[in-house]
């Protein structure tokens, strides 16, 4: 009897995750939610994330300033000024950073591409030592790529 109770137990969990989770992604979908760029200026900023299987989610800097947090799938914009602006990914509970400056053209639109970093994730599995090695390996005077998420410009 305590197994079956344990059992459903997992199962309504499952079954609540799944709902809340389709219950987002339809509101994601939905065309009468607000879809409105976040800042202001006009240079147009379009950060799309890839769909996968990492949880946390890929919040989006602009010089600093937080503008939105990325699910899995999701795509945010954000509006700033021309001219050099440091754009970062970041993850809670995470370490290392995607960190680099761009200069960015007036009155242009520019999108990137958020992915998951696969040296992270091996370098997570060897532990601090591996944190220590891929932190290393993937900084520079520009920036880094040392989290859990990296960044290309389309």
Do not use: W
């Not at 459903?8 to 607000?34: G, H, M, R, Y």
């Not at 242009?108 to 591409?113: A, C, H, N, V």
């Amino acid at each position: 009897m305590k197994v079956k109770n344990i059992l459903l137990s997992a199962f309504s969990l499952v079954l609540c995750a799944n709902i809340s989770a389709q219950t987002s992604k339809e509101e994601s979908n939905n065309p009468e939610k607000e879809t409105q760029a976040k800042g202001s200026g006009n240079v147009t900023l379009v950060f799309q994330r890839e769909s996968s299987i990492v949880l946390k989610d890929a919040k989006i800097f602009v010089d600093g300033t937080q503008y939105c947090a990325l699910g899995s799938g999701d795509e945010c914009t954000v509006k700033t000024s021309a001219g050099r602006h440091i754009l970062k990914v970041d993850a809670s509970m995470t370490t290392g950073e995607f960190s680099k400056p761009f200069t960015f053209e007036d009155s242009k639109t520019y999108t990137f591409i958020i992915t998951r970093k696969m040296s992270y994730t091996v370098g997570a599995v060897f532990g601090m030592l591996g944190t220590i090695v891929n932190k290393a390996a993937n900084q520079d005077e520009n920036g880094s790529d040392d989290g859990t998420f990296t960044m290309e410009l389309k």
